[in-house]
């Protein structure tokens, strides 16, 4: 394992190998969502990693690249390390890194769902990936100018909670996500408390969409699943979902209704069903 990865276990079990291995999206950290990994550590052993420069790893985040092919090697070297592959749940960034994942090394994973990774219109993909799309244009997209603009440090942690909980997406979230997400992401600096995700550092990856997912798709040789809806900033709506299955006959695809991005945080109850269900049918 990576020097600086930290993981916190759902499952009673610290020294068993995961069944399932979670990966979360930008800006949040493992233990966001321990709401949802408890409903999971039955009959499943579970262990979720904070990616570098977020929640408690003291991996670097100094070097800038173009692309998410190093939450996806650092994964990589993580799964090297396990004597059976397990099953890659992702949300978001964490679901897109994982299924690079799968189209490198498809000896080291299980399978892989992915609760809407963020997978561009294919044409938007290849253009950022030759440099087309220029870093100065991708920093005028809404979710780079919000996390830029995000505030940074608060006097407390209940003063951070009182903020967050009545803003979106939080608001819609089911009671234990936002707490836990301060918990790791939030760390105290003198007398008050900062963001463990760098603001600057989540933007980035924002940014960063040149790796070829379309094509990592196509090379996928374990079951995927990917969830998608039609609700408040879903990217895998019912279109893309139709067409991305076509991709490949490994891809399996689900569209709830009035899901939104935040399917995780909002509906962990289905969530929960939809990674069991899915592993079922899988074994």
């Not at 670097?60 to 998410?68: A, D, F, L, M």
């Not at 569209?255 to 990674?275: K, V």
């Amino acid at each position: 394992m990576p020097d600086g990865i930290t993981h916190a276990l759902a499952s009673h079990d610290a020294k068993a190998e995961p069944a399932i291995l979670f990966v979360h999206a930008n800006g949040f950290n493992a233990r966001t969502y321990l709401p949802l990994l408890q409903r999971l550590a039955e009959p499943f052993a579970v262990m979720a990693l904070d990616l570098r420069g977020h929640g408690r790893t003291e991996l670097p985040t100094q070097e800038r690249s173009g692309n998410w092919h190093g939450f996806r090697d650092d994964l990589i070297q993580v799964l090297s390390g396990f004597s059976t592959p397990p099953m890659l749940v992702g949300h978001s960034m964490g679901g897109t890194s994982s299924l690079l994942v799968a189209a490198k090394r498809p000896d080291l994973v299980a399978g892989v769902i992915a609760f809407d990774p963020p997978i561009l219109p294919r044409l938007l993909q290849w253009g950022m990936r030759v440099g087309l799309i220029s870093m100065r244009s991708r920093a005028k997209h809404p979710l780079v100018r919000g996390a830029q603009n995000r505030r940074r440090s608060f006097d407390s942690r209940q003063a951070a909670i009182a903020r967050y909980a009545e803003r979106r997406p939080f608001v819609s979230w089911q009671d234990g996500f936002l707490q836990n997400y301060l918990a790791d992401g939030l760390r105290a600096d003198g007398d008050q408390f900062v963001l463990s995700c760098d603001p600057e550092w989540e933007a980035h990856n924002y940014m960063a969409h040149g790796h070829d997912i379309w094509g990592a798709l196509r090379k996928l040789k374990s079951p995927c699943l990917l969830v998608g809806g039609d609700g408040s900033g879903v990217v895998l709506r019912r279109k893309k979902l139709t067409r991305l299955a076509g991709l490949n006959p490994r891809i399996q695809t689900r569209h709830i209704a009035g899901a939104s991005h935040f399917l995780p945080m909002e509906n962990p109850d289905l969530a929960q069903r939809l990674i069991r269900e899915f592993m079922l049918d899988q074994a």
